[in-house]
């Protein structure tokens, strides 16, 4: 067995809540698509809404000369397609689609109001975790975001924690990060199905530690190829591995003691 530390993950960062009053974060108004029909509501109905009901409250329009990448992430976790605005986006949505506590998503929710400040902002993401609690996400790259952004970010994350709901940003993705994603998000499909002799395997191999190399031997023997199934171990989390170190036959992953879907 080899050597190895716990790697390193993509996390969401938190943002430091702005000063304002609870007054003016009271006075906030909510705009939102639900149920195909556009509508203002009550913060306090905010974590009320099903979040599969709410449709995008904005969608950008291509044009020529345009930098940003728009279109669909199908994910897995909600069997649904969400829109993004760019590709930072798309990989964000990746990122929340690993993670086993994300139970549903809405991106582009709602329009936030806030007229005695003259501020007004579209979060990026509503998501629903399994406990039940809300989750607010902001996503920018960290080098652009901008001082009016960062006040934009920081009186939504002062107005999530008036509501006891959680605010984050995804800002710190590298490049590295990003190239693992986008090959992994491609094995997050149901036809990557465990076989059970790989879920007996995984099991059995719980805490080892191990070279991609030695792992897709062991994936061997199915009708699924070893190489597609070793990638889905990855998404799925079966196999832990830093995704901060380009995916590489030689780098060493941990196995969780379980299978997946």
């Known amino acids: 067995m080899l050597d190895h530390e716990r790697p390193r993950t993509v996390i969401l960062t938190t943002f430091t809540p702005s000063e304002h009053t609870a007054t003016e974060l009271a006075a906030a108004t909510v705009e939102v698509k639900y149920g195909g029909r556009v509508c203002d509501i009550g913060p306090d109905q905010v974590c009320e809404l099903e979040l599969s009901r709410i449709s995008p409250i904005r969608i950008s329009k291509a044009y020529p000369g345009r930098e940003n990448y728009s279109g669909v992430y199908w994910s897995a976790t909600t069997g649904r397609h969400h829109w993004f605005e760019s590709l930072y986006e798309k990989t964000a949505l990746s990122v929340l689609d690993r993670d086993p506590a994300v139970v549903d998503i809405a991106t582009q929710p709602f329009k936030l109001r806030w007229g005695s400040l003259g501020m007004a902002h579209f979060p990026d993401f509503l998501i629903r975790r399994s406990d039940g609690s809300r989750l607010i996400v902001d996503v920018r790259p960290r080098r652009r975001i901008k001082a009016r952004d960062a006040e934009l970010f920081a009186i939504t994350a002062a107005w999530a924690a008036s509501l006891e709901m959680d605010y984050r ?72 591995v830093d995704l901060g170190r380009r995916l590489e036959f030689e780098s060493v992953a941990v196995c969780t003691g379980r299978g997946w879907g």
């Open 169 to 240: 940003l995804f800002a710190d993705l590298t490049k590295v990060e990003d190239w693992n994603l986008r090959l992994l998000s491609g094995y997050r499909h149901s036809r990557w199905a465990c076989p059970a002799p790989v879920a007996e395997m995984l099991t059995a191999r719980r805490g080892e530690a191990r070279t991609l190399r030695d792992w897709a031997s062991r994936f061997d023997g199915t009708s699924s190829p070893a190489r597609g199934l070793l990638l889905t171990a990855i998404w799925h989390g079966a196999l832990e």
